[in-house]
């Protein structure tokens, strides 16, 4: 990769920051930093090198999302979902098809997918539902085989990207045995309606509106060609479920510190000790959590799915949704109330970060998780609710 990578994400991030005011004041969708993501070939990131692609790593991709949100939040937050799906796709491995009994087809379909991506296509995540969150055992989407293919019918809502992305990863549960829910790419066109929802706390420019599904898709666009593999992919890759988001908000968190020194700067308020200790202590709490998302990144590339890394995995996430909450609110304080105006960047930053603790898994449910696990139970199963 990826030195181009990275450099690529440092070059646009200026670029994002410049134009993420108005589209957070507009909630509209940030199409030109998408047009530069393209340009620059980071759709292919994930995408395996034999494909066209630029065959990252996990660890790889968290230090671009990261570089990516310190421009704009919301423009990282949906190349993340991109970066998931395009993730976990180029990760199935020959041994792990075999495992799960994926076809040959499937894999070839599943190529033509990633090398779309290579060349520039881009997909979204269309997962939540109302009053089923990200749960897929909750889901009321549901599907059926017909002599076309299989036909979807449902509605998603938080589907960041909606009505901009090529495709959508839809998941859904099977007609015939509501225990078996399968995920498909749908392509975008007929058949997909979006229903303008969104205009939120913060990330306001990802569109993340809801999108109605009453469609039929080709047979190889069941992932995996395979039905029930959902669930089964969700515990053997939880990082691109969980953590990939912890990157976006470390680098949410470091722009803020990155505005809030400019703003004290310019205010000539950087000589005031409390101010500077604000800052300090936003420094370590972000400079720590960015260690954390490392280490489970790190974790995932040696030994994606172990006991431990998933460990690391949930720690990332709460750490880092945590963590950006804090610092944003914190430097806001420093800045003091001038920042709070619409317009100035930290007052947007502030929202921004404060939806980290709220993405699925939210914050109170990777404390959960953890905490099961450090009693010595199954955090994937014991507990109330089910995480899935």
Known sequence: MTVHALEAARRLAPRFA?????????????????????????????VP????????????????????????????????MHASVTGALGAVTEELAEALGVP????????????????????AVAMSERGAGARLSQLSTVYEATDEGWHLKGSKT??????????????ARSVADQSVVSQFLVPAGDGL??????????????????????????????????????????QLMPHWLVASYAAVYVGVARAAIDAAAEHLNERRLAGLPAVRARLGRADAATAAAQLVVAEAARRVDEAPGDAETNRWVWRAKLLAGTTAAEVAASVLEAAGTSATRRGHPLERLYR???????????????????????????????????RW
């Open 18 to 46: 410049a134009r993420a005011a108005e589209h957070d004041r507009d909630g509209s969708f940030p199409v030109d930093d998408f047009r530069d993501l393209r340009e620059a070939g980071l759709f292919g990131l994930l």
């Open 49 to 80: 090198r034999a494909l066209g692609g630029m065959g990252a790593t996990f660890a790889e991709y968290t230090a671009v999302a990261t570089e990516l949100a310190r421009g704009n939040g919301a423009t990282a937050l949906v190349f993340n």
């Open 104 to 123: 040959d087809e499937a894999l070839a379909a599943r190529d033509r997918l990633l090398t779309a991506a290579a060349e520039g296509s881009w997909y």
């Open 158 to 171: 938080f589907c960041s990207g909606a009505g901009h992305a090529d495709g959508y990863l839809v998941a």
């Open 193 to 234: 309606t979006v229903e303008p929802t969104w205009d939120a706390l913060g990330m306001r420019a990802t569109s993340s509106h809801d999108l109605h599904l009453d469609v039929t898709v080709p047979t190889d666009r069941l992932l995996g060609g395979v039905e029930g593999l959902a669930l089964v992919v969700a």
């Open 352 to 386: 921004d970060a404060r939806c980290g603790s709220l993405h699925p898994a939210t914050s109170d449910v990777c404390a959960d998780w953890l905490g099961i696990a450090a009693l010595g139970g199954d955090p994937d199963r014991d507990g109330s609710a089910p």
